[in-house]
């Protein structure tokens, strides 16, 4: 089993759509998550961590289910400019000090027009 | 601004060549990491380093090793390039904290021929 998971979709929405992403991971021991964005042809960054009250920041909306492994990235009223791919991102239990991170392998949003 | 940067952004090597991939992060950031992204497989860690000297194995070492002999800089070198290892390599860097946000280069897409 992969430590996280994703649907890679594509999800295809039209513009002004409400989407959500889902990701599980496997350690309960896990303690710190993300979501992280890439951009076609570009490399990751991040787009907000992901708290345990959960948070928001604008259209974005990150929560967490640390009894269900779950985290879930919500976007309201989707603009072009979110078509990207989407990564969940977790700490990995047991790597100290390191700064490792685990990503998933992404899940890919379509924003049309 | 923080930058990391990639020294190609392309390259085209021949089987059995030895192939460096140079990284640089003028961040003064502790860690720093070696990535391979494939089509439905993600982000792969290849090699992390915490330190001057400092190396780890991530998940799938083979065929690679690493230099670290200044902070700001981080090598991967492919001691003799296979076909397989046609990919797009992603360095990136992080504080040593636990859950420190990794930022990254551009990444160069290697093709072996």
């Known amino acids: 089993r992969k430590e996280v998971e994703q649907d890679p979709g594509p999800f295809n929405v039209p513009e002004g759509a409400t989407v959500a992403f889902n990701c599980t991971y496997s350690?309960?021991?896990?303690?710190?998550f993300f979501w992280y964005r890439q951009d076609c042809r570009k490399e990751p960054k991040l787009l907000m961590s992901?708290?345990?009250?959960?948070n928001e920041d604008g259209r974005f909306t990150a929560q967490l289910n640390r009894a269900s492994q779950y985290i879930s990235l919500l976007i309201r009223d989707s603009k072009l400019s979110d078509s990207a791919t989407y990564l969940c991102?977790?700490?990995?239990w047991g790597s100290g000090n390191t700064g490792k991170l685990i990503f998933g392998q992404g899940t890919t949003l379509q924003v049309k027009p | 601004d923080v930058k990391v940067t990639q020294s190609s952004r392309y390259l085209v090597k021949r089987t059995g060549e030895k192939v460096f991939l140079e990284c640089v992060q003028d961040?003064?950031?502790?860690?720093m990491f070696w990535y391979r992204q494939d089509p439905g497989l993600g982000l792969r860690l290849i090699y992390f380093?915490?330190?001057?000297?400092?190396?780890e194995k991530g998940d799938i070492p083979e065929g690679y090793s690493v230099s670290r002999e200044k902070k700001e800089r981080f090598s991967l070198i492919l001691e003799s390039a296979s076909t397989n290892q046609t990919s797009m390599y992603l360095c990136?860097?992080?504080?040593?904290?636990?859950?420190?946000?990794?930022?990254f280069g551009p990444g160069t897409r290697l093709t072996v021929t």
């Open positions: 380093s915490y330190d001057v000297k400092m190396k």
């Open positions: 961040m003064d950031h502790e860690n």
């Open positions: 350690n309960s021991a896990s303690q710190s």
């Open positions: 991102v977790v700490t990995p």
């Open positions: 992901v708290y345990s009250s959960g």
């Open positions: 990136a860097s992080s504080l040593r904290d636990r859950g420190s946000e990794q930022y």
